[in-house]
């Protein structure tokens, strides 16, 4: 199934596939939460259909054997690897064995398929191995690689590949998309928070992460006031989260800065502006500034390294916001 916001990049590639053009790489930057997934299975089901959608630019059929091992999980020449976790990276063993694949016959004698799901999550190594075959391209193989962001991958493979953005919605047509979805109305700051992906922003409902951030706010607010009480309990409520709660509350410090410039539309927290001014009004900018980066550093670093001490890290951070004179 492809979503509204995807059919721009899907009508692009069935030209291509329609004109026998499609680049042996296709890179596909899109958040998660894009559905991201769904549309690089929809092209990979579209070049494996038996019936000769691919060259017609059309749909998979769903009836011919290739589509319904597809849609079974068995197809044997569509081959996926992705992050054993998230945050881990994409060693270089699993290249390897893309490697294999790709130079391997295929089983059902059309065409072999290789999803990198995570691209920006191969290490440099595992980057390495999989250049020289995206190179000198075995016959018949499609390689599809998915990633984030174009910051994390060794330029030589974003060179090597056909690149797509896939763009999302506004974030007024994802808020009544995810309405539609849940039939309730959300908050803008919903949707704000989760980049305007909305698959994203559904599963940030669906969760319960919602209301568990409000919580989060709320402590995080109160602390901020002089003389810091709640630190624990605010650390204690991230911990829990997971490090993706210290990029919510970094956007929360930037509305704070906004907030002192002057600056009193389009803010990430626009339902939770009492507690941006509160915050605002104790804080001076540079400390916003300064615990604004340090969050960022902090998540980009357990990113990297989901075995380091959360709690302990999230504490120290917290600690900045006391030490500052």
Known sequence: MLYPWQQKVWQGWQQLLAQGRMHHAVLLVAPHGSGREALARHLSKTVLCRNGAAAMGGEPC??????KLFEAGTHPDFH?????????????????????WAVETSQLGGERIILIDGADAMGEAAANALL?????????CQFILLASSLDNLL?????RCNKWRLAMPQEQETKRWVEKQLMQSIKLE????????????????????????????????EFLRPPFFGLYDVAGL????????????????????KWQQGVTSHLVHSESLPLVEQAAGVMT??????????????????ERHPGLNTELLIVDWLTGFMNHP
């Not at 020289?132 to 018949?140: D, I, V």
């Not at 949707?191 to 402590?219: C, H, M, W």
Request: net charge positive; with cysteine; hydrophobic share 35%.
């Open 155 to 159: 330029p030589t493979i974003n060179s």
């Open 62 to 67: 769903g009836i011919c054997h290739g589509c």
């Open 132 to 140: 020289k075959t995206l190179e000198e391209p075995p016959s018949g």
């Open 80 to 100: 996926l690897i992705a992050p054993a976790q998230e945050g881990k990276q994409i060693g270089v063993d699993a290249v390897r064995q893309c490697n294999r």
């Open 238 to 257: 991230c911990t829990k989260e997971g490090h993706h709660s210290l990029k919510w509350l970094s956007y929360f410090l930037v509305d704070c800065m």
């Open 285 to 302: 900018p540079m400390i916003l500034l300064e615990q604004t980066r340090q969050a960022n550093n902090l998540y980009q670093k357990l």
């Open 190 to 221: 919903t949707v704000r928070l989760n980049g305007s992906a909305p698959i994203a922003t559904q599963q940030f409902i669906e969760q319960g992460q919602d209301i568990r951030y409000a919580k989060l706010l709320a402590s995080f607010a």
